[in-house]
Nanobody, 127 residues
Framework: QVRLVESGGGLEQAGGSLRLSCAAS????????GAWFRQVPGKEREFVAH????????GYADFVSGRSTISRDNAQNMLYLQMDDLKPEDTAVYFC????????????????????WGQGTQVTVSA
């Protein structure tokens, strides 16, 4: 059973930066695409970024606008989201997710397409 645990969230001022981490366990992380989603109360979980199993393919939601970078380190079973130029509207619970990526080309951007999820880490951006 794949387990994902996020960390790195917290309180940051607008314009600042945070790096979110996701530690994977249970084996076979190198076979899994990774993704980050975010969610605020009363709203649907929102796609932020995805990365294929090897890291060679990435994609971002339009609202990211170059402010975040997704990356991974398969040797350490880690997934990351570097967040820069934070805005108050970035405040949310951020979740990492993973799913089997047969062809190193898993490009889906919907929560229902990911089978493994972390518990979330809170990001709060103050004005």
């Amino acid at each position: 059973q794949v387990r994902l645990v996020e960390s790195g969230g917290g309180l940051e001022q607008a314009g600042g930066s945070l790096r979110l981490s996701c530690a994977a366990s249970g084996g076979a992380f190198f076979t899994l695409a990774g993704a980050w989603f975010r969610q605020v109360p009363g709203k649907e979980r929102e796609f932020v970024a995805h990365i294929s199993r090897s890291g060679k393919r990435t994609g971002y939601a339009d609202f990211v606008s170059g402010r975040s970078t997704i990356s991974r380190d398969n040797a350490q079973n880690m997934l990351y989201l570097q967040m820069d130029d934070l805005k108050p509207e970035d405040t949310a619970v951020y979740f990492c997710a993973a799913n089997t990526d047969v062809a190193d080309n898993y490009l889906f951007r919907y929560a229902d397409n990911y089978n493994y999820w972390g518990q979330g880490t809170q990001v709060t951006v103050s004005a």
